[in-house]
């Protein structure tokens, strides 16, 4: 028969004999190359829910904001004076507004959390009119909340919730593409509203909520002749020409803008689920390589019965990467398959939005990407043992005499008075030095995954809460990260459970491959006495020790990991346990 048709026969026959570590190295590659497909796949697909929106709601191509810089009267018309004259400046052909801005604060169902109250008009506006979801429009003594701020808080059609102590009913929930649903970028880092929600009123309800303490701010949605040009035209009137910082008023957002930020939770996910499988990538590797060392090692009288019949070294070396090959390429197809499905559950762009992302697309260079790197990794962690083992002697494959031992005398006199145990778990640890240097880089990666999805848990929790630096008011309810935390936090428990399941099933390679390795010494050690129950706890020790090692590598590991992927973001320290 042809070369290829032997060594595909020959390498089938060697995955068949062994199903259970084909099967189990199988699903490690899935894991990886399944968060690696939603990472790539993820890019690009958040553009059409915020445009849906914005067509649904004729939403502006700028939003011109003055909010008061002082406190003063409650009419603050100094915004005003800032925002109005934009209505008529070169190149707008239509807009809304200026609408008057209170900022009460808000109590419902035992929940307090500051807002901006959009003073509106009960006619439909020509730009900007929200798009009801729930209910009616404005009445008297209703108001209509914003839709990711009524689910974050819980708040439905009919319900009293109260403004500065005045009871208001709501009468309807709409959305927007005039504002941010993931938080109102412009007052980050105020200390009386750390991220408002968002509601509408009537305008007189705006004026009579308005106090000397925070007097009124000003809207104004325009629509341009050219709406690509709207950054251009946020620079051009923005205070301090830069529509990306916020030092005055007024303050112009252009549509691209509010795109970007509302795209910001999916991108989250995306850096996240990237991170995540470069984590699983190693994991991936390290199984691999204990898993072929260990097949090597069983392999060793198969390839000499190979070479005894013929075969070349370059032979035998094809069987061996052919096993890893075929299982890598199927794990590849596998994720691509596994990531093209569920990634439509992680373009859900929120509550704030209309519409879905649609279910992303695997492009050619997706795929391509996928199976090289699937590709890549088998071969990084077979190509040396499966040439090893070609260049191995016939006669020597043939006998497949027992290991000896690398006799270290420091080692040998630091554990002879040691408990048995003990001293067993010493020596079997440093019987396979690359072996164990794997198990310890396994454990790190693992934990240094998990630590830093503790950070950024602990992160997004202080987030969730307002409770940054500087603010003023801990009880507030910071609505705008709550929905992006709860994704988030999703996210990072799937990434936290792969990286467990993957880091146990190496934990069973690594017991699998040192049993195997120390029959024969464990026999000689049973002979010289030792009882089974020694034995026993001395293979656990040679599993513990490495485990330790990489424990402790890994927490600030973890720390580092987080630093590097929030790109040198707040980190908040979680809980001591």
């Known amino acids: 028969m042809g070369r290829a048709v032997l060594v ?43 445009q849906s929106t914005r067509a649904a709601t004729r939403g502006p191509d700028v939003l011109a904001t003055a909010f008061p810089l002082r406190t003063g009267p409650a009419a603050d018309l100094p915004a005003l004076h800032d925002v109005a004259p934009l209505s008529r400046a070169p190149g707008v052909v239509q807009r809304s507004g200026p ?82 649903t993931s938080g109102m970028g412009f007052l980050e880092g105020s200390s009386q509203w750390p991220n408002p929600g968002l509601i509408w009123v009537t305008e007189a309800a705006a004026r009579s909520l308005a106090t000397t303490a925070h007097p009124l701010g000003y809207l104004l949605d325009i629509r341009l002749a050219h709406p690509a040009a709207a950054e251009a ?60 060392g260990a097949r090597m090692a069983d392999q060793l009288p198969r390839v000499g019965l190979l070479k005894a019949v013929g075969s070349p070294p370059s032979l035998v070396a094809a069987v061996l990467l052919a096993e890893h090959l075929t299982v890598a390429l199927l794990a590849a197809v596998a994720g691509l398959v596994a990531g093209r499905l569920a990634a439509p559950l992680l373009t859900n762009p929120g509550a704030g939005l209309l519409g879905t992302a649609g279910a992303p697309s695997l492009t050619p260079a997706t795929v391509a990407v996928v199976i090289a790197v699937a590709l890549a990794v088998a071969i990084a962690a077979t190509f040396v043992p499966a040439i090893r083992a070609a260049r191995t002697s016939t006669v020597r494959a043939l006998a497949n005499a027992a290991r000896p031992p690398l006799r270290r005398a420091w080692l040998i006199r630091g554990s002879a008075r040691l ?114 129950q020694q034995v026993t706890a001395g293979l656990s020790g040679a599993q513990i020790l490495p ?30 346990w």
């Open 8 to 50: 595909a026969r020959l390498a089938g026959r060697d995955l068949r004999r062994r199903p259970a570590q084909g099967v189990l190295l199988l699903l490690v590659m899935v894991s990886a190359t399944t968060a690696l497909t939603l990472g790539l796949a993820l890019h690009g697909v958040t553009a059409q829910p915020y």
């Open 99 to 180: 609408f008057p801005v209170a900022f009460p604060v808000l109590r419902a169902r035992g929940r307090t959390d500051a807002v901006l109250a959009e003073g509106r008009s009960l006619p439909p506006a020509p730009v900007d009119q929200p798009k009801l979801t729930q209910g009616s429009w404005l009445r008297n003594g209703g108001i209509v909340v914003e839709r990711s701020f009524a689910d974050a808080l819980g708040i439905h059609v009919g319900d009293r919730v109260s403004l500065n102590g005045r009871p208001f009913r709501v009468a309807g929930v709409a959305v927007t593409a005039a504002l941010p």
């Open 233 to 292: 035209f946020a620079n051009r009137y923005t205070a301090g020409g830069d529509a990306s910082s916020n030092i005055g008023n007024p303050y112009l957002i252009p549509w691209q803008t509010i795109s970007r930020q509302d795209a910001a939770l999916v991108r989250s996910e995306q850096a996240i689920l990237l991170v995540g499988s470069w984590l699983l990538g190693l994991l991936a590797i390290a199984s691999l390589v204990i898993l072929v």
């Open 419 to 532: 408990p048995v145990p003990l001293l067993l778990a010493i020596r079997l640890t440093a019987r396979r030095p690359r072996r164990l240097l794997v198990s310890v880089l396994s454990i790190t990666v693992t934990v240094s995954g998990i630590v830093a999805v503790l950070f950024a848990h602990a992160t997004l929790a202080v987030s969730q809460l307002g409770m940054s630096a500087g603010s003023a008011n801990l009880n507030l309810f910071d609505v705008g990260f709550a929905s992006r935390a709860q994704r988030e936090d999703q996210v990072l428990l799937i990434v936290t459970i792969l990286l467990g399941a993957l880091a146990a099933v190496n934990a069973i390679f690594i017991t699998q491959a040192t049993v195997q390795d120390t029959r024969l010494p464990i026999a000689v050690t049973r002979a010289l006495g030792a009882t089974p």
């Open 547 to 576: 485990a330790l090692a990489g424990a402790l590598l890994g927490i600030p590991g973890g720390y580092l990991l987080f630093s590097v992927a929030s790109q040198g973001g707040t980190a908040s320290q979680p809980p001591a």
